[in-house]
Protein backbone atom coordinates (compact mmCIF):
# COMPACT_ATOMS: atom_id res chain seq x y z
CA UNK A 1 0.00 0.00 0.00
CA UNK A 2 2.74 2.13 0.74
CA UNK A 3 4.42 1.97 -1.85
CA UNK A 4 1.07 2.38 -4.64
CA UNK A 5 1.27 5.54 -2.26
CA UNK A 6 4.35 6.48 -2.96
CA UNK A 7 3.87 6.14 -6.70
CA UNK A 8 1.02 8.21 -7.02
CA UNK A 9 2.57 10.97 -4.77
CA UNK A 10 5.70 11.08 -7.03
CA UNK A 11 4.17 10.95 -9.98
CA UNK A 12 1.29 13.59 -8.75
CA UNK A 13 4.43 15.90 -7.84
CA UNK A 14 6.21 15.86 -11.08
CA UNK A 15 3.26 16.75 -13.07
CA UNK A 16 3.21 19.26 -11.08
CA UNK A 17 6.52 20.39 -12.16
CA UNK A 18 8.61 18.75 -9.58
CA UNK A 19 11.27 16.48 -10.02
CA UNK A 20 12.45 13.54 -8.16
CA UNK A 21 15.88 13.36 -6.29
CA UNK A 22 17.59 10.69 -4.71
CA UNK A 23 19.18 12.66 -2.49
CA UNK A 24 18.44 14.24 0.70
CA UNK A 25 21.53 16.90 -0.05
CA UNK A 26 19.72 17.93 -3.32
CA UNK A 27 15.98 18.05 -1.95
CA UNK A 28 14.26 21.48 -1.37
CA UNK A 29 11.72 18.94 -0.42
CA UNK A 30 12.04 15.85 1.55
CA UNK A 31 8.98 13.60 2.43
CA UNK A 32 8.73 10.10 4.38
CA UNK A 33 5.84 7.77 4.20
CA UNK A 34 5.34 5.72 7.16
CA UNK A 35 4.06 2.96 8.18
CA UNK A 36 2.44 2.53 11.90
CA UNK A 37 1.99 -1.24 12.53
CA UNK A 38 4.85 -1.93 14.39
CA UNK A 39 6.47 0.55 16.65
CA UNK A 40 9.85 0.25 15.29
CA UNK A 41 9.10 1.63 11.57
CA UNK A 42 8.23 4.22 13.63
CA UNK A 43 10.81 4.96 15.71
CA UNK A 44 12.99 5.01 12.76
CA UNK A 45 10.88 7.72 10.75
CA UNK A 46 11.69 9.97 13.77
CA UNK A 47 15.96 9.12 13.62
CA UNK A 48 15.34 10.17 10.22
CA UNK A 49 13.75 13.33 11.13
CA UNK A 50 16.95 13.63 14.07
CA UNK A 51 18.88 13.04 10.55
CA UNK A 52 16.53 16.01 8.84
CA UNK A 53 16.49 18.66 11.85
CA UNK A 54 20.63 18.68 11.55
CA UNK A 55 20.40 19.22 7.76
CA UNK A 56 18.06 22.06 8.33
CA UNK A 57 20.88 23.44 10.26
CA UNK A 58 22.51 24.06 6.85
CA UNK A 59 19.62 24.55 5.09
CA UNK A 60 16.69 26.14 6.35
CA UNK A 61 14.42 26.43 3.56
CA UNK A 62 14.24 22.49 3.45
CA UNK A 63 10.51 21.42 3.66
CA UNK A 64 10.11 17.89 5.73
CA UNK A 65 6.74 16.43 5.53
CA UNK A 66 5.44 13.81 7.29
CA UNK A 67 2.54 10.97 4.92
CA UNK A 68 1.08 8.48 5.76
CA UNK A 69 0.31 6.59 8.55
CA UNK A 70 2.20 7.87 11.54
CA UNK A 71 0.91 11.10 9.93
CA UNK A 72 -2.85 9.62 10.19
CA UNK A 73 -1.92 8.20 13.71
CA UNK A 74 -0.27 11.24 15.48
CA UNK A 75 -2.03 14.25 13.33
CA UNK A 76 -0.65 18.04 14.91
CA UNK A 77 1.57 16.40 17.36
CA UNK A 78 4.00 15.89 14.88
CA UNK A 79 4.48 19.32 14.21
CA UNK A 80 6.26 19.56 17.16
CA UNK A 81 8.93 17.80 15.91
CA UNK A 82 11.17 20.96 15.10
CA UNK A 83 12.32 19.29 11.61
CA UNK A 84 8.28 18.90 10.44
CA UNK A 85 6.88 21.18 7.99
CA UNK A 86 3.79 19.09 7.17
CA UNK A 87 1.83 16.49 8.29
CA UNK A 88 -0.79 14.30 5.61
CA UNK A 89 -2.45 11.34 6.18
CA UNK A 90 -3.17 8.36 3.78
CA UNK A 91 -6.45 9.93 2.74
CA UNK A 92 -5.24 13.23 2.24
CA UNK A 93 -2.28 12.79 -0.61
CA UNK A 94 -4.44 14.16 -3.35
CA UNK A 95 -4.16 17.64 -1.52
CA UNK A 96 0.31 17.22 -1.09
CA UNK A 97 0.98 20.29 -4.10
CA UNK A 98 -1.14 22.63 -2.33
CA UNK A 99 0.37 21.92 0.95
CA UNK A 100 3.54 22.17 0.00
CA UNK A 101 2.73 25.46 -1.85
CA UNK A 102 1.16 26.69 1.46
CA UNK A 103 3.74 25.79 3.49
CA UNK A 104 5.95 28.07 1.35
CA UNK A 105 3.68 31.06 0.67
CA UNK A 106 2.69 31.11 4.35
CA UNK A 107 5.69 29.99 5.81
CA UNK A 108 3.65 27.77 8.68
CA UNK A 109 3.45 24.26 9.13
CA UNK A 110 0.80 22.32 7.59
CA UNK A 111 -1.35 19.33 8.81
CA UNK A 112 -4.28 18.00 6.89
CA UNK A 113 -5.43 14.20 8.03
CA UNK A 114 -8.82 12.87 8.75
CA UNK A 115 -10.58 14.28 11.58
CA UNK A 116 -12.50 11.28 12.48
CA UNK A 117 -11.13 8.21 10.40
CA UNK A 118 -13.49 5.69 10.76
CA UNK A 119 -16.06 7.94 9.22
CA UNK A 120 -13.91 8.81 6.47
CA UNK A 121 -15.33 6.29 3.98
CA UNK A 122 -16.30 7.65 0.82
CA UNK A 123 -13.22 9.97 -0.13
CA UNK A 124 -14.16 10.94 -3.70
CA UNK A 125 -11.01 12.84 -4.00
CA UNK A 126 -8.88 9.93 -3.40
CA UNK A 127 -10.63 7.72 -5.97
CA UNK A 128 -10.09 10.19 -8.62
CA UNK A 129 -6.57 10.69 -7.64
CA UNK A 130 -5.74 7.02 -8.10
CA UNK A 131 -7.93 5.96 -10.98
CA UNK A 132 -5.78 8.16 -13.27
CA UNK A 133 -2.54 7.03 -12.32
CA UNK A 134 -1.05 5.66 -15.77
CA UNK A 135 2.36 5.45 -14.43
CA UNK A 136 3.75 1.72 -13.44
CA UNK A 137 5.56 1.13 -10.15
CA UNK A 138 8.82 3.05 -10.84
CA UNK A 139 10.87 0.93 -9.01
CA UNK A 140 9.99 -2.29 -10.82
CA UNK A 141 9.55 -2.03 -14.64
CA UNK A 142 6.77 -3.71 -16.28
CA UNK A 143 4.84 -4.34 -12.86
CA UNK A 144 2.16 -2.28 -11.12
CA UNK A 145 0.21 -2.05 -7.71
CA UNK A 146 -3.56 -1.55 -8.18
CA UNK A 147 -5.71 -1.38 -5.16
CA UNK A 148 -8.58 -2.50 -5.10
CA UNK A 149 -10.06 -1.60 -1.72
CA UNK A 150 -9.03 0.85 0.54
CA UNK A 151 -9.24 0.61 4.42
CA UNK A 152 -10.45 -2.72 6.72
CA UNK A 153 -13.13 -3.22 9.12
CA UNK A 154 -11.86 -6.29 10.28
CA UNK A 155 -10.71 -5.11 14.08
CA UNK A 156 -8.01 -7.79 14.48
CA UNK A 157 -6.75 -6.97 17.87
CA UNK A 158 -3.48 -5.81 17.53
CA UNK A 159 -3.92 -4.05 14.13
CA UNK A 160 -3.48 -0.36 14.14
CA UNK A 161 -4.47 -0.67 10.01
CA UNK A 162 -8.30 0.33 10.53
CA UNK A 163 -7.38 3.11 12.71
CA UNK A 164 -4.80 4.92 10.20
CA UNK A 165 -6.73 4.17 6.82
CA UNK A 166 -10.59 4.25 7.60
CA UNK A 167 -13.27 2.08 7.04
CA UNK A 168 -13.34 -0.98 3.87
CA UNK A 169 -14.60 0.44 0.86
CA UNK A 170 -14.46 -1.50 -2.25
CA UNK A 171 -13.47 0.38 -5.35
CA UNK A 172 -15.70 0.97 -8.23
CA UNK A 173 -15.05 -1.78 -10.53
CA UNK A 174 -15.06 -0.09 -13.93
CA UNK A 175 -12.63 2.33 -12.61
CA UNK A 176 -10.22 -0.54 -11.97
CA UNK A 177 -10.83 -2.20 -15.39
CA UNK A 178 -9.96 1.52 -16.77
CA UNK A 179 -6.89 2.08 -14.95
CA UNK A 180 -5.32 -1.14 -15.39
CA UNK A 181 -6.74 -0.91 -19.04
CA UNK A 182 -4.43 2.37 -18.77
CA UNK A 183 -1.45 0.54 -17.23
CA UNK A 184 -1.37 -2.17 -20.07
CA UNK A 185 -0.94 0.31 -22.51
CA UNK A 186 1.72 1.85 -20.99
CA UNK A 187 3.51 -1.94 -20.89
CA UNK A 188 2.88 -3.16 -17.79
CA UNK A 189 2.73 -6.89 -17.71
CA UNK A 190 1.83 -7.62 -14.04
CA UNK A 191 -0.74 -6.38 -12.20
CA UNK A 192 -1.06 -6.58 -8.50
CA UNK A 193 -4.24 -6.02 -6.56
CA UNK A 194 -4.39 -4.93 -3.07
CA UNK A 195 -6.34 -4.95 0.04
CA UNK A 196 -6.10 -5.67 3.24
CA UNK A 197 -8.89 -8.19 2.95
CA UNK A 198 -8.33 -8.31 -0.88
CA UNK A 199 -10.68 -12.02 -0.71
CA UNK A 200 -13.72 -9.37 1.01
CA UNK A 201 -13.65 -6.80 -2.01
CA UNK A 202 -17.98 -7.09 -2.84
CA UNK A 203 -19.05 -3.96 -5.35
CA UNK A 204 -22.05 -3.65 -6.73
CA UNK A 205 -23.10 -2.15 -10.20
CA UNK A 206 -27.03 -2.46 -11.26
CA UNK A 207 -27.89 -5.90 -10.41
CA UNK A 208 -24.62 -7.44 -10.28
CA UNK A 209 -22.15 -7.63 -7.18
CA UNK A 210 -18.70 -8.01 -8.51
CA UNK A 211 -16.09 -10.28 -6.13
CA UNK A 212 -12.73 -10.68 -6.50
CA UNK A 213 -12.86 -14.04 -8.62
CA UNK A 214 -15.25 -11.56 -11.32
CA UNK A 215 -12.76 -8.81 -11.05
CA UNK A 216 -9.94 -11.68 -11.98
CA UNK A 217 -11.85 -12.72 -15.00
CA UNK A 218 -12.37 -9.22 -15.67
CA UNK A 219 -8.82 -7.66 -15.77
CA UNK A 220 -7.47 -11.37 -17.51
CA UNK A 221 -9.29 -10.24 -20.42
CA UNK A 222 -7.39 -7.27 -20.76
CA UNK A 223 -4.70 -7.08 -23.38
CA UNK A 224 -1.33 -6.81 -22.59
CA UNK A 225 -1.71 -7.75 -19.09
CA UNK A 226 -0.16 -11.53 -18.62
CA UNK A 227 0.48 -11.81 -14.53
CA UNK A 228 -2.23 -11.05 -11.85
CA UNK A 229 -1.50 -11.64 -8.09
CA UNK A 230 -3.82 -10.33 -5.28
CA UNK A 231 -2.24 -9.49 -1.85
CA UNK A 232 -3.55 -10.37 1.18
CA UNK A 233 -6.63 -12.57 1.28
CA UNK A 234 -8.10 -13.11 5.03
CA UNK A 235 -8.64 -16.80 5.71
CA UNK A 236 -12.38 -16.99 5.24
CA UNK A 237 -14.29 -19.36 3.45
CA UNK A 238 -17.00 -17.25 1.78
CA UNK A 239 -16.06 -16.77 -1.87
CA UNK A 240 -12.85 -18.99 -1.43
CA UNK A 241 -13.33 -22.02 -3.42
CA UNK A 242 -15.02 -19.42 -6.18
CA UNK A 243 -11.15 -17.24 -5.96
CA UNK A 244 -9.21 -20.67 -6.28
CA UNK A 245 -11.58 -21.40 -9.54
CA UNK A 246 -10.68 -18.18 -10.98
CA UNK A 247 -7.55 -18.90 -10.25
CA UNK A 248 -7.60 -22.54 -12.02
CA UNK A 249 -9.63 -21.48 -14.76
CA UNK A 250 -7.44 -18.03 -15.61
CA UNK A 251 -3.72 -18.47 -16.71
CA UNK A 252 -2.94 -15.09 -16.38
CA UNK A 253 -4.10 -15.44 -12.70
CA UNK A 254 -0.66 -16.51 -10.78
CA UNK A 255 -0.75 -19.81 -8.46
CA UNK A 256 0.01 -17.49 -5.49
CA UNK A 257 -1.83 -17.55 -2.06
CA UNK A 258 -0.58 -15.21 0.38
CA UNK A 259 -2.90 -15.34 3.38
CA UNK A 260 -1.79 -14.79 6.65
CA UNK A 261 -1.92 -17.03 9.63
CA UNK A 262 -1.09 -14.79 12.80
CA UNK A 263 -0.76 -18.37 14.64
CA UNK A 264 -1.55 -21.88 15.05
CA UNK A 265 -3.25 -21.56 18.84
CA UNK A 266 -6.87 -21.23 18.85
CA UNK A 267 -6.64 -19.76 21.86
CA UNK A 268 -4.52 -16.66 20.46
CA UNK A 269 -6.44 -16.50 17.58
CA UNK A 270 -9.37 -16.11 19.54
CA UNK A 271 -7.84 -13.06 21.76
CA UNK A 272 -6.22 -11.97 18.38
CA UNK A 273 -10.14 -11.59 17.13
CA UNK A 274 -9.57 -13.38 14.23
CA UNK A 275 -12.02 -15.09 12.72
CA UNK A 276 -11.33 -18.70 11.81
CA UNK A 277 -9.57 -21.77 14.15
CA UNK A 278 -6.15 -23.18 12.85
CA UNK A 279 -8.22 -26.23 11.58
CA UNK A 280 -10.31 -24.51 9.48
CA UNK A 281 -7.35 -22.69 8.06
CA UNK A 282 -5.55 -25.62 7.49
CA UNK A 283 -9.16 -26.64 5.54
CA UNK A 284 -9.06 -23.92 3.30
CA UNK A 285 -5.24 -24.59 2.24
CA UNK A 286 -7.00 -28.08 1.47
CA UNK A 287 -9.48 -26.91 -0.65
CA UNK A 288 -6.53 -24.05 -2.34
CA UNK A 289 -4.60 -27.46 -3.27
CA UNK A 290 -7.08 -29.34 -4.50
CA UNK A 291 -8.93 -26.95 -6.93
CA UNK A 292 -5.05 -25.15 -7.67
CA UNK A 293 -2.82 -28.13 -7.14
CA UNK A 294 0.78 -26.53 -7.62
CA UNK A 295 -0.47 -23.32 -5.60
CA UNK A 296 2.11 -21.47 -3.73
CA UNK A 297 1.30 -19.99 -0.70
CA UNK A 298 2.29 -17.73 1.74
CA UNK A 299 1.55 -16.54 5.36
CA UNK A 300 2.45 -13.98 8.02
CA UNK A 301 2.93 -14.66 11.76
CA UNK A 302 2.59 -12.75 15.03
CA UNK A 303 5.07 -14.27 17.57
CA UNK A 304 4.84 -13.26 21.50
CA UNK A 305 1.01 -12.09 21.63
CA UNK A 306 0.17 -11.52 25.24
CA UNK A 307 -0.44 -15.06 26.97
CA UNK A 308 1.06 -16.69 24.43
CA UNK A 309 2.23 -20.02 25.85
CA UNK A 310 5.26 -21.93 25.15
CA UNK A 311 2.22 -24.20 24.27
CA UNK A 312 0.59 -21.95 21.99
CA UNK A 313 3.53 -21.38 20.27
CA UNK A 314 4.52 -24.81 19.74
CA UNK A 315 0.72 -25.09 18.06
CA UNK A 316 2.34 -22.29 15.32
CA UNK A 317 5.54 -24.60 14.73
CA UNK A 318 3.34 -27.47 14.32
CA UNK A 319 0.89 -25.59 11.96
CA UNK A 320 3.59 -24.25 9.54
CA UNK A 321 4.97 -27.70 9.46
CA UNK A 322 1.55 -28.63 8.08
CA UNK A 323 0.55 -25.55 6.21
CA UNK A 324 3.46 -26.28 3.61
CA UNK A 325 4.10 -22.43 2.85
CA UNK A 326 6.77 -21.48 0.49
CA UNK A 327 8.05 -17.99 2.81
CA UNK A 328 6.85 -16.59 5.83
CA UNK A 329 6.95 -13.60 7.54
CA UNK A 330 7.52 -13.51 11.27
CA UNK A 331 6.85 -10.18 13.68
CA UNK A 332 7.54 -9.86 17.10
CA UNK A 333 4.16 -8.99 18.65
CA UNK A 334 4.33 -5.12 19.08
CA UNK A 335 1.56 -2.76 20.91
CA UNK A 336 0.21 -0.06 19.04
CA UNK A 337 -1.75 2.78 21.24
CA UNK A 338 -5.66 2.94 20.92
CA UNK A 339 -5.92 -1.08 19.31
CA UNK A 340 -8.41 -3.54 21.69
CA UNK A 341 -4.82 -5.76 22.09
CA UNK A 342 -3.14 -2.74 24.15
CA UNK A 343 -5.95 -1.38 26.16
CA UNK A 344 -6.90 -4.96 27.37
CA UNK A 345 -3.83 -7.31 27.43
CA UNK A 346 -0.62 -6.88 28.93
CA UNK A 347 2.30 -7.28 26.70
CA UNK A 348 3.62 -10.00 29.16
CA UNK A 349 6.18 -12.11 26.79
CA UNK A 350 9.57 -10.75 27.53
CA UNK A 351 11.31 -9.48 24.55
CA UNK A 352 13.87 -12.24 24.35
CA UNK A 353 11.56 -15.01 24.13
CA UNK A 354 9.37 -13.29 21.15
CA UNK A 355 13.35 -13.09 19.64
CA UNK A 356 13.54 -16.57 20.28
CA UNK A 357 9.86 -17.72 18.74
CA UNK A 358 10.98 -15.63 16.20
CA UNK A 359 13.88 -17.82 15.38
CA UNK A 360 12.81 -20.69 15.83
CA UNK A 361 9.28 -20.62 13.81
CA UNK A 362 11.73 -18.93 10.31
CA UNK A 363 14.04 -21.87 11.33
CA UNK A 364 11.10 -24.22 10.58
CA UNK A 365 9.96 -22.45 7.68
CA UNK A 366 13.57 -22.35 6.43
CA UNK A 367 13.95 -26.11 6.42
CA UNK A 368 10.29 -26.30 4.49
CA UNK A 369 11.67 -23.52 2.01
CA UNK A 370 14.67 -25.56 1.11
CA UNK A 371 13.02 -28.81 0.79
CA UNK A 372 10.15 -26.78 -1.99
CA UNK A 373 13.14 -25.35 -3.27
CA UNK A 374 14.82 -28.12 -4.13
CA UNK A 375 11.83 -29.19 -6.19
CA UNK A 376 13.30 -26.55 -9.03
CA UNK A 377 16.90 -27.68 -9.24
CA UNK A 378 17.18 -28.39 -12.85
CA UNK A 379 13.61 -26.80 -14.57
CA UNK A 380 13.23 -24.34 -16.36
CA UNK A 381 11.15 -21.70 -15.40
CA UNK A 382 9.89 -18.28 -16.67
CA UNK A 383 10.53 -15.02 -14.98
CA UNK A 384 9.53 -11.67 -15.14
CA UNK A 385 12.75 -9.81 -14.53
CA UNK A 386 12.62 -6.73 -12.36
CA UNK A 387 16.59 -5.66 -12.85
CA UNK A 388 19.54 -5.74 -11.60
CA UNK A 389 19.84 -7.69 -8.49
CA UNK A 390 20.05 -5.98 -4.73
CA UNK A 391 23.04 -7.38 -3.28
CA UNK A 392 25.66 -5.40 -4.88
CA UNK A 393 28.54 -7.13 -3.93
CA UNK A 394 26.84 -10.20 -5.72
CA UNK A 395 26.44 -8.00 -8.56
CA UNK A 396 29.28 -10.20 -10.44
CA UNK A 397 29.15 -9.57 -14.22
CA UNK A 398 29.58 -13.48 -16.33
CA UNK A 399 32.32 -14.16 -18.68
CA UNK A 400 30.01 -12.51 -21.53
CA UNK A 401 30.12 -9.36 -19.15
CA UNK A 402 26.31 -9.88 -18.13
CA UNK A 403 25.54 -8.31 -14.45
CA UNK A 404 23.51 -10.50 -12.32
CA UNK A 405 19.27 -9.71 -12.55
CA UNK A 406 17.25 -10.51 -10.60
CA UNK A 407 13.17 -11.56 -11.31
CA UNK A 408 10.27 -13.85 -10.08
CA UNK A 409 7.85 -16.49 -10.78
CA UNK A 410 4.53 -16.48 -11.16
CA UNK A 411 4.10 -18.15 -7.86
CA UNK A 412 6.21 -15.77 -6.60
CA UNK A 413 10.11 -17.01 -6.00
CA UNK A 414 12.64 -14.99 -6.46
CA UNK A 415 15.51 -16.20 -9.46
CA UNK A 416 18.85 -14.39 -9.34
CA UNK A 417 20.41 -15.33 -12.79
CA UNK A 418 23.25 -13.70 -15.26
CA UNK A 419 21.33 -11.45 -18.82
CA UNK A 420 21.53 -8.10 -20.22
CA UNK A 421 19.32 -5.26 -18.45
CA UNK A 422 17.83 -4.45 -20.95
CA UNK A 423 15.32 -7.74 -20.07
CA UNK A 424 14.06 -5.74 -17.44
CA UNK A 425 10.21 -5.76 -17.53
CA UNK A 426 10.53 -8.63 -20.00
CA UNK A 427 9.58 -12.35 -19.42
CA UNK A 428 12.76 -14.66 -19.65
CA UNK A 429 13.28 -18.67 -19.47
CA UNK A 430 15.78 -19.44 -16.77
CA UNK A 431 17.28 -23.15 -16.14
CA UNK A 432 17.84 -23.23 -12.07
CA UNK A 433 21.18 -24.48 -11.13
CA UNK A 434 21.37 -23.99 -7.40
CA UNK A 435 19.43 -23.24 -4.75
CA UNK A 436 18.71 -21.45 -1.13
CA UNK A 437 15.96 -21.33 1.02
CA UNK A 438 14.29 -18.40 -0.37
CA UNK A 439 16.42 -17.65 -3.61
CA UNK A 440 16.43 -19.57 -6.89
CA UNK A 441 19.78 -19.43 -9.25
CA UNK A 442 20.28 -20.05 -12.52
CA UNK A 443 21.45 -19.27 -16.11
CA UNK A 444 19.43 -17.08 -18.71
CA UNK A 445 18.06 -19.56 -21.29
N1 LIG B 1 -4.12 -6.87 6.02
C1 LIG B 1 -3.13 -7.84 6.02
C2 LIG B 1 -3.61 -9.03 6.82
O1 LIG B 1 -4.58 -9.00 7.48
O2 LIG B 1 -2.95 -10.02 6.74
C3 LIG B 1 -1.80 -7.33 6.50
C4 LIG B 1 -1.80 -6.23 7.48
S1 LIG B 1 -0.33 -5.82 8.33
C5 LIG B 1 0.05 -4.34 7.53
C6 LIG B 1 0.92 -6.93 7.85
C7 LIG B 1 1.29 -7.90 8.93
O3 LIG B 1 1.86 -7.20 10.01
C8 LIG B 1 0.14 -8.67 9.54
O4 LIG B 1 -0.23 -9.78 8.80
C9 LIG B 1 0.68 -9.05 10.89
O5 LIG B 1 1.33 -10.30 10.85
C10 LIG B 1 1.70 -7.96 11.19
N2 LIG B 1 1.24 -7.05 12.25
C11 LIG B 1 0.15 -6.26 12.27
N3 LIG B 1 0.07 -5.61 13.44
C12 LIG B 1 1.11 -6.00 14.20
C13 LIG B 1 1.57 -5.69 15.52
N4 LIG B 1 0.89 -4.87 16.31
N5 LIG B 1 2.71 -6.30 15.95
C14 LIG B 1 3.41 -7.16 15.17
N6 LIG B 1 3.02 -7.47 13.92
C15 LIG B 1 1.89 -6.91 13.43
FE1 LIG C 1 -5.05 -5.36 10.27
FE2 LIG C 1 -6.59 -7.52 10.48
FE3 LIG C 1 -7.26 -5.56 8.80
FE4 LIG C 1 -5.15 -7.09 8.25
S1 LIG C 1 -7.28 -7.78 8.37
S2 LIG C 1 -5.26 -4.85 8.12
S3 LIG C 1 -4.33 -7.49 10.27
S4 LIG C 1 -7.20 -5.41 11.01
Given at each position: MNKLDTALVTAALKDAGFALTEHVKEANIV?????????????????????????????????????????????????????????????QIPHLTELIQATVAKNEGQVSVADNIRKADNNPELEDFESVQTIADRDIPGQAFVRVMRGCDNFCAYCIVPYVRGPEVSRPVNNIVEQVNRLADEGVKLVTLLGQAVNKYKYTAGEKTYTLADLLYKVSDIQGIEWIRFVTSYPQKEGFAELMQAMADLPKACNYLHMPTQSGSDKILKAMNRRYTARQYLGLLDTARQIVPDIAIASDFIVGFPDESDEDFEQTVDLVKDAQYKNCFVFKYSPRPGTAADEK?????????????????????????????????????????????KKPHLNCADSGGNPQLVGRTADDWIVVFNGPVSLAGQFSKVKITKISPLTLFGELI
Amino acid sequence: MNKLDTALVTAALKDAGFALTEHVKEANIVLINTCSVREHAEQRVFSHLGHLKHIKKQKPDLIVGVIGCMAQRLGQNLLENDAVDIVCGPGQIPHLTELIQATVAKNEGQVSVADNIRKADNNPELEDFESVQTIADRDIPGQAFVRVMRGCDNFCAYCIVPYVRGPEVSRPVNNIVEQVNRLADEGVKLVTLLGQAVNKYKYTAGEKTYTLADLLYKVSDIQGIEWIRFVTSYPQKEGFAELMQAMADLPKACNYLHMPTQSGSDKILKAMNRRYTARQYLGLLDTARQIVPDIAIASDFIVGFPDESDEDFEQTVDLVKDAQYKNCFVFKYSPRPGTAADEKLLDNIPTEVKKQRNYKLLEMQESISVALAAGFEGKRVNVLVEGLSKKPHLNCADSGGNPQLVGRTADDWIVVFNGPVSLAGQFSKVKITKISPLTLFGELI
